[in-house]
C-alpha cells in the first residue's frame, strides 16, 4: 500500500502512519503542523518509505506517482483549537474534504475520513450507535467541528454514491495516549499535567458529564481493520469504559501519585453530558474490540508526558 495521510504528523496521525508501515506499505505525509508536530514523525527520518510534505490539507494536493489509499485525518480536534482556528477548522473539514476525495478519486484510490462522535452533539440517547442523527448546536463554540464533520461524512457518502469512490468514515470517540499536545485543551493531558505539577485538577462543571476513553493504539487497529473491510457507512471506534470527570480525575490523581485537590469551575457551553459507543457494527463487522485496560494506557500516557513537563 502506498498511503497519503493528512495530518499525518498529528497525535492519530502519526499512529496511523505507523500501522501502515508496520503492515509493509510507505506514506506521503500531508501536513501543515498547525496543531501536528514534527517531532512525532521524528523517528521516522531517513526512512525511505515515507515522504513528509508541508502544506495544508484545504489547499489543491498534488501527489506524484500512484496512491492506493487517501487517509484524511487533518483536522485540530480540541476545543481549544475550536477557538484559536475556527476557520481553519471549517476549511480543512469541508474543502479539506474534498480535495482529498479528488486525489482519492483521480488515483482509483481508497478513501477514509477521520470523523468524530462529535457530530452527535449532546446525545439525548446512551450508548450513541451510528444510526442516531444527533442533537447538534450549529451555531455555539463548537459548531466549527461538529458541522465540518458533518458535512465532511456528507461529502464522503456523495462521493461514495455518485462517483463509487471506495469510501469509508470512522467516529472517533475520546482517545488518548503518547504524542497528544501538553497544551491540547482536552481532558487527558489537562488531568496528567496538572497531576504531574501538582497543580489543581480543573473539572469544568459539576463532574458529572461521561466519557469512554480509548487507547490510541486500539484506535488505530480499529482504523487498519476498517481500511481492510468492504464496509462504507459510518463506524464507531471507541471504548465502552464510561466514566464521569470526577470519577476519572481521581484515576489520574492516583495513577500519577499526585496530592493534587479537584476544583470546579463554570461549565463549557454545549459540553455534551454522556458520551459513550455503541460498538456493536466495530465487533460484528470489523471482529473488532479494544484491549487496553484504561490502567495501561494511562501508564504509558503518563510516562510519555514525565518526559515533557
Known sequence: MRAVVTGGAGFLGSHLTDRILAEGGSVVIVD???????????????????????????EYLYIDGPVDFVFHFASPASPVDFE????????????????????????????????????YGDPAISPQPETYWGNVNPIGPRGVY???????EAMTMAYHNFHGLDTRIVRFFNTYGPRMRLDD??????????????????????????????????????????????????VNIGSLHERTMLEFAEIVRDAVGSKSEIVHRPAAVDDPRQRRPDLTRAQTILGWNPTTSLEDGLAKTIEYFKARI
Not at 497543580?199 to 490510541?216: A, L, M, V, W
Open 185 to 234: 485543551g482536552r481532558v487527558v493531558p489537562n488531568f496528567i499535567a496538572q497531576a504531574l505539577r501538582g497543580e489543581p485538577i480543573t473539572i469544568y462543571g459539576d463532574g458529572k458529564q461521561t466519557r469512554s476513553f480509548g487507547y490510541c493504539w486500539d484506535t488505530i487497529d480499529g482504523v487498519w481493520k476498517l481500511s481492510q473491510s468492504d464496509y462504507h457507512e459510518p
Open 32 to 58: 501543515n503542523l498547525i496543531t501536528g508536530s514534527t517531532d512525532n514523525i521524528a523517528h521516522l527520518a531517513g526512512d525511505e518509505r515515507v515522504r513528509f510534505i508541508k502544506q495544508d490539507a484545504s
Open 146 to 152: 461538529d458541522e465540518a464533520k458533518r458535512y465532511a
Open 84 to 119: 484559536r482556528f475556527p476557520i481553519p477548522v471549517m476549511k480543512v473539514g469541508a474543502l479539506g474534504t474534498h480535495k482529498a476525495l479528488g486525489l482519492a478519486k483521480a488515483k482509483g484510490a481508497r478513501f477514509m475520513l477521520a470523523s468524530t462522535s462529535e457530530v
